[in-house]
């Protein structure tokens, strides 16, 4: 088996390889037979890394310990899921999850296409399979998933228990399917560079795709976060950690993209800084891939020493210098079709909006690379704090949510202040009340940024709200039907305008989350003997001893506690500390309360002979709404992307390059 998924590898790169050098000859005059062979190169690459996945799959669920990847992250006693999680858990097992994602990407990309984007396609599979190419070239000369032992063990060392939780089973795949569904953007900028094809056809192409690869992005994120929140037992769900900066990364370059592209549509402005933009988002996902294998940054998320950082950092360098380079080769092809009429405008706005974005991912940047900078200078790794991070990001996070209320409100080229009265004055009072209650009506008064964070989500709600209600009006009015069916036929009709809006309101949701969650925490360690209680924030906690449990995976000691709110018990909880054997490591396993205003959240530190239990409480509030609001942005996201009708279809591929002749 081991042999079988080195050669099938082997012939995924030798695939890859003849579908590059194919398709780039598919472009000289009468040679068009070449790109038939490019395209099922594509797919055999793809069934090839199918069959490598197979392989290993088949080898983590029967216990084959022969392969040294099974026998270090996985064993008999596991369940099959946490035994397939031992793919991603390895670092050759995650590369070849995210070949094989790629892989797929690529043959979904070229099947979709095969009779449309004739002159693109070539140069789209040609960069697709490029990547693919140097992923499936580490697989097969630097680090494989199909090495061997010498010896077989008896039994493996198992999964790390940190990831033996559902959350994290997601987390991983979904980041990869996020950063492999941005190399389809970059293929086709790259694409349309190459061939001089500027106008808008390729943004029109790509923007589903973004959409996609944009929510699935986010959702990994916060998957992430709450397994962070889940299994790390520190009361928290984001610590600016370098790997989670990794990911952010991206998704806000990619956010600004999508705002921008449609000045691009519409306008025909901004055309060199999307290309940028796209150049800078894929770059960024490579980045974050050598983050997590190259050993330069401490993380908890990382892989540890590795010796593939040289071959991620040689690509990185390889690929920008070469699409930034190109970029510049072509800018006298991408000059503007209108310029920036008045500062005060939706085009204006968007562009405010994407420098606030890019600003965060340089800062973000700055902070997650600083310890290696010091390293390098100073000879000692100087890590950012998150003081530094929230200090940048409250003020321009607060600015880019007022953005996206202010945005969808002002017409495009130019805004008059009668304009601006009419449509602003009740989001200002609706954001002036919410300011007013949070400082009135909390015990944290003096938390300026909480106040004004509840005035920008006010704010931007009415303004998303209003825009609905508007809408819902006129079709109604004009169409003759219920409410319900004017809301429904206005946002079938519109779905990406209106998908965008629920985005919008998912955002407004999940930074109400994020502000209460921090701003009106409280946290309190309390030590209880056996039949005493102790309160924490109006809820107090009764110790009804110690508990002890055992089986084949773990071995675990816990306190169980009685819960009571207002002299009425409210629920039982039990945090309790683990040890597996396997692995020879010791985890805490938090108890949680969990409603839609606030978390009860407990860890056990320590319980000792007498039943003396040590514990940390956390009451946070809100945080439920971070989870509901990433719910939101992917019911918004999934909208947005969701293709229209086919007879809408022809009536958009007509209409949109006309707007962008006459606009």
């Given at each position: ?17 003849f ?36 392989v ?16 270090d ?9 946490y ?19 790629l892989s797929?990407?690529a ?23 490029t990547v693919?190419?140097?992923f ?7 680090t494989?998933?199909f090495?061997?032992l ?42 349309a ?8 056809e ?56 999508l ?29 974050g ?55 005060i ?8 909006n ?7 991912m340089?800062?973000?940047f ?31 996070g607060?600015v ?25 004055i009740?989001?200002?009072?609706g ?15 003096s ?41 429904y ?34 946290e ?9 209680t102790a ?5 107090t ?6 508990f ?65 239990a ?26 947005a ?8 279809r ?14």
């Open positions: 088996m081991s042999l079988l998924g080195r050669v099938v590898v082997l012939l995924a790169l030798g695939c890859a390889v579908a590059i050098a194919a398709a780039l000859m598919s472009r000289r005059p009468g040679r068009r037979i070449w790109q038939r062979s490019a395209e099922r190169a594509v797919y055999t690459t793809f069934a090839l890394m199918t069959g490598a996945m197979l290993m799959v088949y080898a983590l669920l029967t216990d084959n310990f022969w392969f040294t990847s099974v026998a992250y996985s064993n008999s006693t596991l369940t099959w899921y035994k397939i999680g031992g793919l991603w858990a390895s670092e050759a097992g995650s590369l070849l999850l995210f070949a094989w994602i797929m990407y043959a979904l990309v070229t099947w979709l296409n095969r009779r449309r984007q004739r002159e693109l396609m070539p140069i789209v599979d040609a960069v697709l399979m693919v190419g140097f499936c070239f580490l697989l097969s000369f630097a494989s998933p090495d061997t010498a010896v077989r063990p008896v039994q493996g060392g198992g999964l790390n228990p940190l990831l033996q939780n559902g959350y994290m089973m997601a987390h991983p795949p979904m980041l990869y399917l996020g950063y492999a569904g941005l190399a389809i953007p970059f293929a086709f900028a790259i694409a560079l190459w061939t001089r094809r500027l106008d808008t390729w943004i029109s192409r790509i923007r589903r795709w973004t959409v996609i690869a944009w929510i699935v992005l986010a959702v990994g994120i916060l998957l992430g976060a709450r397994w962070a929140y889940g299994e790390l037992g520190w009361g928290g769900y984001w610590a600016w950690d370098p790997v989670e900066n990794a990911a952010l990364m991206p998704w806000l370059v990619a956010t600004a993209f705002h921008s592209i449609m000045v691009q549509e519409r306008r025909g402005m901004l055309r060199v800084w999307n290309m940028v933009l796209v150049i800078t988002a894929y770059s960024l996902t490579l980045f891939t050598f983050l997590t294998r190259s050993g330069v940054v401490s993380s908890i998320h990382a892989f540890g020493a590795s010796t593939l950082g040289p071959y991620f950092l040689s690509f990185i360098m390889v690929t920008t210098v070469a699409s930034f380079g190109l970029l510049i080769s072509r800018l006298p092809d991408l000059r503007s079709a209108h310029s920036l009429e008045s500062f405008s939706r085009e204006a706005i968007f562009l405010y994407n420098l606030l974005l890019i600003g965060l340089f800062a973000v700055w902070g997650t690379i600083f310890p290696v900078i010091t390293q390098i200078v100073e000879g000692k790794s100087i890590t950012v704090g998150t003081g530094y991070y929230n200090q940048v990001a409250l003020p321009i607060i880019l949510l007022v953005l996206t209320g202010v945005g969808p409100m002002i017409p495009w080229r130019k805004a008059s202040l009668r304009q601006l009265l009419r449509r602003f009740a989001p200002l009072i954001a002036a009340i919410a300011a007013v209650l949070i400082l009135g009506f909390t015990d944290v008064g938390s300026r940024w909480a106040s004004l964070t509840a005035a920008a989500c006010a704010f931007v709600t009415i303004c998303i709200l209003g825009e609905f209600w508007r809408g819902t009006q006129v079709r109604h009015a004009l169409g003759g039907v219920s409410w319900p069916g004017a809301l036929q206005l946002v079938a009709r519109n779905r990406r305008r209106y998908g965008g809006y629920v985005v919008h309101l998912g955002i407004v949701v999940l930074i109400i989350g994020l502000t209460g969650s921090q701003a009106f925490a409280t309190r360690d309390i030590a209880l003997r056996p039949g005493q309160s924490v924030r109006g809820y906690f009764l110790n009804r001893g110690a002890q449990s055992n089986d084949a995976n773990e071995q675990q000691v816990g306190v169980n506690l009685l819960e009571f709110q207002g002299g009425k018990q409210i629920g039982t909880m039990n945090p309790s500390i683990g040890f597996f054997p396997a692995s020879q490591q010791r985890l805490t396993e938090i108890a949680l309360d969990s409603t839609p205003l606030r978390d009860v959240y407990v860890v056990l530190v320590s319980v000792d002979p007498s039943g003396l040590r514990i940390s409480v956390f009451v946070n509030p809100l945080v439920s709404w971070v989870w509901f609001g990433g719910g939101i942005m992917l019911l918004g996201g999934l909208l992307a969701w293709p229209p009708p086919r007879t809408q022809k009536r958009q591929e007509v209409a949109v390059p006309e707007a962008v002749r006459t606009s």
